[in-house]
């Protein structure tokens, strides 16, 4: 009889497997068979299996369609006939005296399984990494060595602690086939549910204390990769789930899986990219068993911190509702009024702020970070407010800033009764949760957001409430002057609807012209509060928060051309530096717009395409985005691209944005990333004209 079976599944595994397959075929146990299982390679992973089998009958070499690793695995597992199953990952390796170490282990023992170590072999660094998880520290911890067996009925207290990799187990087959054990189909993730449903199954189990596996970690493994296919993360959380039911352990360990199927979420949710996380998103809702038939359970049953997050998906059907939301719940702050410094939530300041309520007409909410040089000027700008600084209250939530700003804005507090200074104790990197914070924390009937580098006209505020309450709108907007260099040019649009409308419905194409503009905006704090209506902790977010406003406002009024705000474009502004972060979040905002603009009427987001499509291409086109970036970032901007295309748009300013377009919508990256790189002469009409020569030529 054979005595070791090594199952090796590879897919596209050119790159290291010689490496792994040495390590195996001398190994100082010789009475052993290496099954292969060719699943599906593209690569040259078919040619090296070849060689080593000609050269050693004891490979056997299985070819398959590409059905992911758990098929691999069970396709071997038919096949196997050694005393014993060990598995090896195509880009790992082992010690030399693995296997029969193992070997001599099990058969000592009469075991099971046998647990053994692992190191983590860092690909770039070149670097061996030694972790608790992977040296099986819980074991030592709990008085398991490789002097005692065990079984499930001796780890209870620290079962979640157990790595559940099948890399790191040697199993006795006659074990895995008296049991029927297989992997999971179809599906990433499948070594969980196999390790618990093996280990369950399990009488007696041993542990060989020595580091004899080597876990290659490299961008292209699948551990450090992300794309869909890790949605599988929620079927493999309820494959567990099902596992611990089946073997009546649900109840025996209820609190410890529930909060650890949802750890395995939240794992790989954290490590998905923006652009796709509002679909993973609906994966867990709608998909995972927390959210449906355990529902209670697990609201019961969760820690402190996932159980915020468990309550505010239940309430949120989008993802950046659902981050908004959260990190307003989670993110702590100081409030100081000039006498007495206040906790979040405190009773004292609760009976503080009812003390404020209708004494202001106006709140003033501005974000702001590291601006003490600025923020003065801002400041001063509400001081001198023809409508009187006695009916104004300011609230300026500070993101904890590390410069002189905390300072400053106290000062203010010290000198006037409606200041008020809020100050986060962890930045939150966005002005969306200051804002919504201070929206909160506010006490008027009508609410007004400032950056902290910008200013008022003299009587912006005067109008603005003037227009609010002598027409009994939901909200009112003038327009802003932007400042370049200390160059002012006001904003207007001489051709869209002004004066007073009932309703959106009424004037359509204000949900894009003119742009947000927030600081130009007096809105009904009520209207605001009652519909939940938020800032999203991304950039858009001041799109995202006036759409929500114009789709739920009864009594709009746009003044036009009364100059409103003084806008500065300061240089280090988003849009003057755009990055990989300003495009991903940017396209990442459109997709949620586009979402919620068709719940309400198709032609929305249509009208909303005709301002931005330009100006993302021209975004996009002038980006410094290394080539990494552009691949990386493609399919967002290819799914902003075909959704505007869908609805019948082109671009329409420059011959540029047409050229990008079209690359984008034929899915030819590598004509994007060349002609990003080229850089137009200063006859760029010219320039254009003779690209377009040359692709017609082509």
């Known amino acids: 009889m054979v005595d070791v079976s090594v199952i090796v599944p590879v897919y596209n595994g050119e790159k290291y497997l010689n490496q792994c397959l040495d390590s195996i075929s001398n190994q100082t146990l010789e009475n052993i068979e290496i099954i292969c299982i060719n699943d599906g390679s ?122 559940v990799g099948p890399v790191s187990k040697f199993y006795n087959r006659q074990f895995i086939e008296s049991n029927n054990l297989r992997f999971p189909e179809g599906m990433y993730f499948e070594d969980n549910a196999f390790f618990y449903n093996a280990y369950f199954h399990c009488k007696k189990a041993g542990f060989l204390k020595k580091q004899l596996y080597y876990r290659r970690r490299h961008e292209e493994s699948v551990t450090q990769t992300f794309d869909e296919s890790k949605f599988d993360i929620v079927k493999a959380a309820n494959e567990v789930l099902e596992v611990f039911a089946n073997h009546s352990m649900y109840d025996v360990y209820k609190g410890d899986v529930i909060n650890h199927t949802f750890s395995m979420l939240l794992e790989w949710f954290r490590k998905s990219p923006l652009n796709i996380r509002q679909k993973f998103y609906e994966n867990i809702k709608y998909g995972f068993r927390g959210f449906s038939d355990l529902k209670k359970d697990f609201s019961e049953n969760l820690n402190c911190e996932y159980k915020i997050i468990f309550s505010t998906v239940l309430d949120n059907n989008f993802y950046l509702d659902f981050l908004c939301d959260y990190k307003l719940k989670t993110t702590d702050y100081v409030i100081y009024n000039g006498k007495n410094e206040f906790l979040k939530g405190s009773d004292e300041y609760l009976e503080y702020k009812s003390a404020l309520l209708k004494k202001f007409k106006i709140s003033v909410v501005i974000p702001i970070y590291n601006n003490e040089r600025f923020i003065h000027r801002t400041l001063m700008s509400i001081e001198n407010q023809s409508f009187g600084i006695e009916n104004i209250e300011v609230l300026m939530v500070d993101d904890n800033s590390n410069d002189n700003t905390c300072e400053v804005i106290r000062q203010y507090c010290d000198k006037y009764e409606g200041f008020t200074s809020i100050h986060i104790k962890e930045g939150t990197g966005s002005p969306g949760t200051p804002r919504n914070i201070g929206l909160l924390e506010s006490s008027s009937d009508y609410v007004i957001f400032l950056d902290h580098d910008d200013l008022f006209e003299i009587d912006a505020l005067e109008k603005l409430y003037r227009a609010i309450t002598e027409n009994d709108c939901d909200f009112v907007y003038g327009t802003y002057a932007s400042i370049d260099i200390d160059k002012p040019t006001k904003i207007v649009y001489p051709n869209e609807k002004h004066g007073y409308f009932e309703s959106l419905w009424e004037n359509k194409r204000s949900i894009a012209f003119p742009p947000p503009s927030i600081w130009t905006r007096l809105f009904k704090r009520d209207l605001l509060i009652d519909n939940n209506i938020l800032f999203p902790t991304i950039l858009g977010e001041d799109a995202v928060f006036v759409s929500k406003v114009l789709f739920n406002a009864k009594g709009i009024y746009y003044l036009w051309d009364t100059l409103v705000c003084y806008h500065y474009l300061n240089l280090k502004s988003y849009t003057k530096n755009i990055s990989y972060k300003y495009l991903l979040e940017g396209f990442t905002s459109e997709e949620y717009m586009f979402n919620l603009y068709n719940s309400y009427d198709d032609d929305f987001y249509k009208i909303r395409g005709e301002g931005i499509l330009d100006f993302y291409m021209s975004q996009f086109f002038k980006s410094n985005l290394s080539d990494e970036e552009i691949i990386k970032i493609f399919p967002a901007v290819y799914d902003f691209t075909k959704r505007l295309n869908s609805l019948g748009l082109t671009p329409h300013v420059s011959k540029e944005n047409t050229i990008l377009y079209d690359y984008i919508l034929n899915k030819d990256v590598d004509a994007v990333i060349k002609f990003k790189k080229v850089k137009p002469p200063r006859n760029l009409k010219r320039f254009i004209k003779n690209i377009v020569k040359k692709i017609l030529r082509k």
């Open 42 to 163: 593209s690569d040259n992973t078919s040619s090296i299996l070849k060689k080593y089998s000609s050269k050693d009958n004891r490979f056997k070499i299985i070819t398959t369609e590409n059905r992911g690793q758990g098929c691999a695995r069970n396709t071997a597992l038919n096949e196997a006939v050694g005393k014993y199953i060990s598995f090896v990952d195509a880009d790992d390796w082992i010690e030399s005296d693995s296997l029969e170490l193992l070997y001599k282990k099990a058969e000592s023992d009469n075991l099971d399984m046998v647990f053994f170590q692992m190191v983590n072999y860092m690909q770039s660094s070149d670097n061996f990494v030694s972790t608790d998880l992977y040296n099986i520290k819980s074991f030592e911890n709990n008085a398991i060595d490789e002097h005692v067996t065990f079984n499930h009925n001796n780890t209870q207290k620290f079962l979640f602690e157990i790595p």
